[in-house]
Nanobody, 120 residues
C-alpha cells in the first residue's frame, strides 16, 4: 500500500511564514510530478505549485515570489515553504503525486489535507 502523509500547517498572522511537508511511503518504484493544491471554504480546489521529477517548478500567479515548492527524491517527500502569507491564503492544502508502485501500477495519490489559517 502506498500513501502520502502531510505535516505542518497551522495558524499564523498575515506576513508570517509556514511550511508543509508530505512524505510518500510504501511500495514505491518511482514518483513523477508532485504538487500542492488548496481548497478555500466555498471554493474549488486549485493547483498552487508543481514540481517535476527533474526539479522544474511552476506556480499559480497569486503565490509567485512568496511560496517555494521543493522535493527530496531520496525521502519521497515534497515541501511547500510559504512566506509573506495573506488572509486569502487560508485554505486546506493537499499534496498530490503521480506514483508508480513496485507492481508498476500508476497511482494518483493525495495527502490527508492540512489546514492553513492566516489572520489579518
Amino acid at each position: 500500500q502506498v500513501q502520502m502523509v502531510e505535516s505542518g500547517g497551522g495558524w499564523v498572522q498575515a506576513g508570517g511564514s509556514l511550511s508543509l511537508s508530505c512524505a510518500a511511503s510504501g511500495s514505491i518504484f518511482s514518483i513523477d510530478n508532485m504538487a500542492w493544491y488548496r481548497q478555500a471554504p466555498g471554493k474549488q480546489r486549485e493547483l498552487v505549485a508543481r514540481i517535476t521529477s527533474g526539479g522544474s517548478t511552476a506556480y499559480v500567479d497569486s503565490v509567485k515570489g512568496r511560496f517555494t515548492i521543493s522535493r527530496d527524491n531520496a525521502k519521497n517527500t515534497v515541501y511547500l515553504q510559504m512566506n509573506s502569507l495573506k488572509p486569502e491564503d487560508t485554505a486546506v492544502y493537499y499534496c498530490n503525486a503521480g506514483v508508480v508502485a513496485t507492481s508498476r501500477s500508476c497511482l494518483g495519490l493525495w495527502g490527508q489535507g492540512s489546514l492553513v489559517t492566516v489572520s489579518s
